[in-house]
């Protein structure tokens, strides 16, 4: 397990500052999960050997390929596990500006500067089924992501929209337990914004328009660009309230956040100041 996190600008893993060094006998296989918990996205690849995706956010991949000279974005909140053949000059998983080592004793384990080219995981692996069909939806979503001037619990400012609304204007998602849910997700707010959606993962239809032909890429936390476009999908089988929000933290406390309601299910808790709690 390889936790990620900056503390006054310095990433460290597992709380620790510095590269770090897991002995492993060469032809061992390796899995590393990586976990970021910083507010935004990073970049992770391998230096010295190819590696494999095997799962994202906990959910597998089918028929992960070799990855050679590519790197992968992990947003915030992300998790990816990655799998290395441990050659005999070993290999690094490697983030802007540290690393870890699977290498054999006294083996001091190749480095190289981040890839240009990053791994598309829209294409990536091999397709399978994915248990429900999102061609015929029972509930269909906008959910634009935008900025704007306005009051946030009376204060004036510079804040996150969504459907253009500012928080508590903005949608209150309603599904039903059973129900194939579809949200079109957009961002023109000038930011990148890592969404993730509590109680659920979401399949991945399309970027941009272009549908997907790899394996099916289920995230709970789906990294967003600014301009880009995402339709994704899933079944509503986990009754309850549930948060909707950017993983930027910041972001979420300046108004990028709603709720996915299930049919007939209550809450004694308020959104605002007034309820006494404070956002994230």
């Known amino acids: 397990m390889v936790l990620v996190h900056a503390y006054d600008g310095r990433r460290t893993i597992n709380g620790r500052s ?16 990586l976990v970021n918990t910083d507010s935004g996205p990073t970049q992770v690849w391998v230096s010295g050997a190819a590696y494999r995706i095997l799962a994202i956010d906990g959910e597998d991949l089918f028929g992960p390929s070799q990855v050679t000279g590519r790197s992968l974005t992990l947003t915030a909140g992300a998790r990816a596990d990655l799998e290395v053949v441990v050659p005999p000059g ?9 690393s870890i080592a699977v290498a054999p004793s ?9 890839p240009r080219d990053e791994v ?12 429900f069909d999102p061609r015929k939806p029972d509930r269909v979503f906008d959910y634009r992501i935008g900025r704007r001037v306005g009051l946030l619990d009376g204060r004036p400012g510079l804040w996150w929209t969504i459907n253009g609304g500012i928080v508590p204007d903005v949608p209150m998602y309603v599904v ?32 941009n328009g272009i549908g997907s032909t790899g394996s099916p890429w289920r995230v709970d936390s789906l990294n967003v660009r600014d301009g880009e476009s995402f339709e994704v999908a899933f079944v509503a089988d ?18 990028l956040m709603t709720h996915l309601m299930y049919e007939g ?6 959104l605002g100041t007034d309820s006494g709690n404070e956002p994230e």
């Open 18 to 33: 510095g590269d770090q060094v897991v002995s492993a006998p060469s032809g061992s296989r390796v899995r590393v999960r």
């Open 90 to 98: 070993g290999a690094r998983v490697q983030l802007p500006g540290i």
């Open 106 to 114: 006294e083996v001091d384990a190749p480095s190289t500067s981040a």
């Open 120 to 131: 598309d995981l829209l294409g990536y692996g091999t397709a399978a089924p994915l248990g």
């Open 176 to 207: 039903r337990e059973g129900d194939v849910v579809v949200f079109r997700i957009t961002n023109d707010s000038g930011d990148v914004h890592p969404m993730h959606l509590h109680g659920h993962h979401a399949t991945i239809l399309s970027r």
């Open 238 to 255: 986990n009754p309850g309230v549930w948060m909707d929000h950017c993983h930027n933290l910041p972001h979420a406390r300046e108004g």
């Open 265 to 270: 299910v209550t809450t004694p808790f308020l």
